[in-house]
T-cell receptor
Framework: GAVVSQHPSRVICKSGTSVKIECRSL??????MFWYRQFPKQSLMLMAT?????????EQGVEKDKFLINHASLTLSTLTVTSAHPEDSSFYIC????????????FGEGSWLTVV | GENVEQHPSTLSVQEGDSAVIKCTYS??????FPWYKQELGKGPQLIID?????GEKKDQRIAVTLNKTAKHFSLHITETQPEDSAVYFC?????????????FGSGTRLQVQP
């Protein structure tokens, strides 16, 4: 199946700093990528939809100035958590669509963010 | 928007038994229903999916059924093995223009007892 790679898999940062998470589609071109957030023992919650070359569409309640999403190419999307706080600590997962109809969606391995 | 409900939240079965997880969705326009397996600390792994033009799909020990009229779909795992233990999520995709993301169920923690 298609491969979606995330980096870093784990990151620890200090409060007030910014951290960037990369999501790459390794063997296909992803016109659309999605960013999810998952707290322990909970389901995945969509944060934003990222289309290549355009601004991301954020879900209600997600601060677009805090969670900066860039989708500059068909194989790379980045999520930057700005001015991170301990409550931003979570598991962040990206996914990407495959194929012209965009139906099949594959996920990356996720990135654990811990803000201390 | 789409709302997906998933039951049960936890499921414990003996090795070799079958496991069934059920989901309902709210948006009749949804046409894609994948199932994901998530192991601790890892991203979701697609295990099977079904589109709305099909009522059933099977892949070895895993099968999914879809009832569009009732708006529910189910995952069936036969001959369960300890390595099947994980959290399983169902999802649905709405056909709203511009909203192509998946909506997930709340997850089912499956424990297969050896």
């Amino acid at each position: 199946g298609a491969v979606v790679s995330q980096h870093p898999s784990r990151v620890i940062c200090k409060s007030g700093t910014s951290v960037k998470i990369e999501c790459r589609s390794l063997d296909f071109q992803a016109t659309t990528m999605f960013w999810y957030r998952q707290f322990p023992k909970q389901s995945l919650m969509l944060m934003a939809t990222s289309n290549e070359g355009s601004k991301a569409t954020y879900e209600q309640g997600v601060e677009k100035d805090k969670f900066l999403i860039n989708h500059a190419s068909l194989t790379l999307s980045t999520l930057t958590v700005t001015s991170a706080h301990p409550e931003d600590s979570s598991f962040y997962i990206c996914s990407a669509t495959v194929g012209s109809t965009g139906n099949t969606i594959y996920f990356g391995e996720g990135s654990w963010l811990t803000v201390v | 928007g789409e709302n997906v409900e998933q039951h049960p939240s936890t499921l414990s079965v003996q090795e070799g038994d079958s496991a069934v997880i059920k989901c309902t969705y709210s948006d009749s326009a949804s046409n894609y229903f994948p199932w994901y397996k998530q192991e601790l600390g890892k991203g979701p792994q697609l295990i099977i999916d079904i589109r709305s033009n099909v009522g059933e799909k099977k892949d070895q020990r895993i099968a999914v059924t879809l009832n569009k009229t009732a708006k529910h779909f189910s995952l069936h795992i036969t001959e369960t093995q300890p390595e099947d233990s994980a959290v399983y999520f169902c999802a649905a995709r709405s056909m709203d223009m511009g909203r192509r993301a998946l909506t997930f169920g709340s997850g089912t923690r499956l424990q297969v007892q050896p």
